[in-house]
């Protein structure tokens, strides 16, 4: 049966192992809690607990400003056709009509508009909307794109996912709350490795738990469709297709199974390789690119968000940023990714015939950046991950303090645009026209200062390259 027969709104049956995704202590104590609750479920049942005291999971409203925005502009992670509207008081997403809500949690993850193919298809096949899924699940996917792209050469499949991934529910806890447990709000859907995965393992960070607290609104301001995500549901997960899985019957990823196990058997290939590439690589998995990352081809590849490069010690911080991850900062490659200057193997084309289709058309390069829009920033603690500086009692500084876009040149004025893949960039016009509404040079941030609220500390942590 192909995945595109599949359709199922049960759950896996097979066993599955913990997802680490920021929530794997509380999935753990759910265990426990299930075998005991049985009474507690009825008499709650009875009683009519009120759900609407949960907070774990729940909307939480937005602490998004007018400076991360601009930051997402500036480091490509949002092309110059889509513009973007910051939430006011509501706690839950009130939409106008066009819209479409998206993360800021997740852009740093690896996401980007439009989406991917890939992206879109996961969704669609497993009926899921962005806010069904955590940061961290935004890491994993990245990692698997990262994975087939940077070390197959090939484009992901669902069916190689669900081979190596399960899915399964995120439900409200507490011995209080009646059963059948409702999922939560935002993260309902957990990505975790199967049983047996021979797949690598990545943790997330345990303390992004509060990533649905950075949503906002993003719309297409042409024709053409630059954004590329669903209509808006607030509806929970219905577990469509979230039994699916191939196992051996799909031919393509068997091979790529035994590829992989003798690479880890040849080579020094593990985890924190997949993490680094896209990291160094400076290239978002989930954002659709003109061409697969091995085919990248230096500073002028249009598919980065910038040809400048990262220091070993910044690909460390910037890791740390997203995940969990013991990697030395003076680490070497187990194996280095596939490039147009190292391409497959001839055994690997032989094996794969999908490596040579779709291969990279001519691209337009894109000039050098003067300064790097993505910068790496110093914290305090690189454990606690990303906290939203309005939680912290911070505030964005203030426009009198962060240079303007308009005489920041940090993105070079004939940067070339991905056209038909993404759009024209945002700054050519932004420098050419002056202020715009959706993002107010006044507020734009420099190119060496993101987002305090995305990075916990102030600008004048940041680290520059020299």
């Not at 909307?129 to 070390?151: D, R």
């Not at 091979?255 to 978002?284: E, H, N, P």
């Not at 000039?367 to 991950?385: A, E, R, S, T």
Request: some cysteine; glycine content about 8%; overall charge positive.
């Amino acid at each position: 049966m192909s995945s595109e027969q599949y359709a199922s709104s049960s759950s896996s049956g097979n066993p599955e192992d913990p997802a680490s995704d920021g929530l794997s202590a509380e999935l753990a104590r759910t265990e426990t809690e299930s075998s005991q609750e049985q009474d507690a479920g009825s008499s709650s049942q009875a009683s009519g607990t009120d759900l609407s005291e949960v907070t774990r999971g729940a909307w939480m409203g937005s602490s998004v400003s007018q400076y991360e925005i601009d930051w997402l502009y500036r480091s490509r992670r949002i092309p110059e056709g889509v513009s973007c509207r910051i939430p006011g008081d509501e706690i839950e997403p009130v939409l106008q009509p066009g819209e479409r809500v998206v993360f800021l949690a997740h852009f740093e993850r690896g996401f980007g508009l439009p989406v991917s193919s890939f992206f879109r298809d996961f969704l669609d096949f497993y009926k899921l909307q962005p806010h069904h899924l955590p940061g961290n699940a935004i890491f994993y996917l990245s990692c698997y794109v990262t994975f087939m792209e940077a070390y197959i050469g090939i484009r992901p499949t669902r069916e190689t996912f669900a081979r190596f991934f399960a899915l399964r529910i995120n439900s409200v806890q507490g011995l209080d709350i009646p059963k059948p447990k409702p999922p939560v709000q935002c993260g309902s859907c957990i990505i975790g490795s199967r049983q047996a995965s021979p797949f690598f393992k990545f943790s997330g960070l345990e303390s992004c738990r509060s990533w649905q607290g950075t949503f906002f609104y993003v719309k297409n301001t042409g024709a053409a469709d630059l954004i590329d995500l669903p209509p808006f549901d607030p509806a929970p997960p219905t577990k469509t297709n979230w039994s699916y899985n191939p196992k051996e019957s799909h031919n393509e990823t068997n091979r790529i199974i035994r590829f992989m196990k003798q690479r880890m058997k040849d080579t020094d290939l593990c985890s924190d390789d997949i993490i680094r590439t896209f990291i160094s690589r400076r290239v978002l998995p989930l954002k659709r690119r003109a061409h697969k990352m091995s085919e990248m081809y230096g500073p002028g590849d249009p598919t980065k968000i910038t040809g400048l490069p990262l220091s070993k010690k910044d690909v460390v911080l910037k890791a740390r940023q997203i995940c969990q991850t013991s990697m030395p900062e003076d680490w070497e490659w187990g194996l280095r990714p596939l490039s147009s200057t190292n391409p497959p193997t001839q055994e690997a084309k032989d094996r794969f015939p999908r490596i040579g289709s779709g291969k990279r058309g001519r691209c337009r390069k894109r000039g050098l950046d003067k300064f790097d829009p993505d910068p790496v920033i110093f914290w305090k603690d690189l454990k606690m991950g990303r906290t939203p500086a309005a939680r912290l009692g911070k505030a964005p500084p203030e426009p009198s303090d962060v240079p303007s876009a308009n005489l920041n040149p940090q993105i070079h004025e004939h940067a070339a645009p991905l056209q038909a893949e993404a759009g024209k960039e945002f700054v050519d016009k932004l420098m050419a026209q002056g202020q715009k509404n959706k993002t107010p040079a006044s507020d734009a941030g420099s190119s060496q200062a993101p987002p305090p609220n995305a990075s916990g500390p102030s600008p004048s942590r940041v680290r520059s390259l020299p």
